[in-house]
C-alpha cells in the first residue's frame, strides 16, 4: 500500500487488543520519521495526548510490537528507553516502572560512554534492544 504521511500513523490498538488483553487499554503507532531520540519523544508527545514513545512492559507486548515493527519497517526504531541520569538506572520517558527487560546479548554496553537511548534491533526481530547514542537518527513508535 502507499505510504502513509508522519502525521497519519497507522494506530493499531484494536489489532494489539486481539493478541492480549493486557495490552487492550494502549494504542500505538509507528512514524516514518527518522529523528533523534528526544526529538521522536516530543513528536510522540505533539502526535496525541498522553502518548510517549513507547514502553515494553512484558513478552507479550514486546512480542506485539516486534510484528507490528516487522510488517512497517526494516530499520533500528526508538522507544521509551533513556538513561537520562547516565548511571546504571534506565526509564520509560512514559513513567513506567521499570523492571522487565528484553536487551540483546551483551548490550547495554555503552559503548564509547555515550549510549544513552534505547532502540528495537531490527536484526532480532524488534524484541530485544540495544542501548546507542541518543543523536542517532531512526524511525520511532509511540504508545498511549
Ligand atoms: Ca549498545
Not at 49 to 74: C, F, V, W
Not at 86 to 91: M, P, R, V
Not at 99 to 125: D, Q, R
Request: net charge neutral.
Amino acid at each position: 500500500g502507499a505510504i502513509k504521511s508522519a502525521r497519519s500513523p497507522d494506530w493499531i490498538g484494536d489489532k494489539l487488543h486481539s493478541l492480549s488483553p493486557w495490552l487492550g487499554s494502549h494504542c500505538y503507532g509507528y512514524y516514518r520519521d527518522s529523528v533523534t531520540w528526544l526529538a521522536a519523544e516530543v513528536q510522540c508527545e505533539n502526535h496525541h495526548p498522553g502518548a510517549h514513545l513507547a514502553s515494553i512492559l512484558n513478552d507479550a507486548e514486546r512480542d506485539a510490537l516486534g510484528q507490528y515493527l516487522s510488517k512497517m519497517t526494516s530499520g533500528d526504531v526508538w522507544i521509551g528507553l533513556h538513561n537520562p541520569c547516565k548511571g546504571k538506572t534506565w526509564l520509560w520517558s512514559d513513567g513506567s516502572r521499570f523492571h522487565y527487560t528484553t536487551w540483546v546479548p551483551n548490550e547495554p554496553n555503552n559503548l564509547g560512554g555515550k549510549e544513552y537511548c534505547g532502540e528495537v534491533y531490527a536484526s532480532t526481530g524488534y524484541k530485544n534492544w540495544n542501548d546507542i547514542p541518543c543523536e542517532k537518527k531512526n524511525t520511532y513508535v509511540c504508545k498511549y
